[in-house]
């Protein structure tokens, strides 16, 4: 597994997979323009998971993997205070090899290193799963705050 910074030129494969991934909610900001203007506002903060060559998948069904082929991603931001965690997504072929986990700790390291010592992230209720996981990686769910959001204009799937 070869894990390095994303870039827009992997916007197809990380939409394809966020797609196919339960726990992502696409919204219109999600767009090629929109995840190129999050980059370049937040560089080196986002991350992909990507194949090296040839493996064997979690249920161990020898199967010809592409070079390349992405398979997770994570992206940051921050706001100078708190950093902001999301898209975490592994491809359901490759889950449960800690590629989540090394995903999370580069995007972490990487927000440390700006300074950030504090990140929050949102997760779907129904998303028991990925409650799970960021339970299990010291994440601390929040009873004691309520998130507002507000639409400047007319898209509600902004």
Not at 19 to 43: C, F, H, M
Not at 67 to 90: N, P
């Amino acid at each position: 597994m070869r894990y390095r910074t994303m870039t827009i030129n992997d916007y197809e494969a990380a939409i394809a997979l966020w797609s196919e991934s339960q726990g992502v909610r696409l919204r219109d900001a999600d767009s090629r323009e929109g995840i190129e203007k999050y980059l370049l506002r937040n560089p080196g903060l986002s991350f992909v998971a990507e194949l090296e060559g040839e493996g064997e998948s979690k249920e161990g069904d020898r199967n010809q993997e592409r070079a390349g082929e992405l398979v997770g991603t994570i992206m940051a931001g921050h706001d100078g205070k708190r950093g902001y965690v999301q898209h975490l997504s592994v491809s359901h072929t490759h889950r449960r090899l800690g590629i989540a986990t090394q995903l999370v700790s580069l995007c972490l390291e990487a927000l440390k290193n700006e300074g950030i010592l504090k990140s929050h992230l949102m997760i779907l209720p129904e998303n028991e799963a990925a409650q799970r996981f960021w339970a299990s990686q010291g994440w601390a769910y929040r009873s004691d705050i309520l998130l507002y959001s507000f639409v400047n204009g007319d898209n509600h799937n902004v």
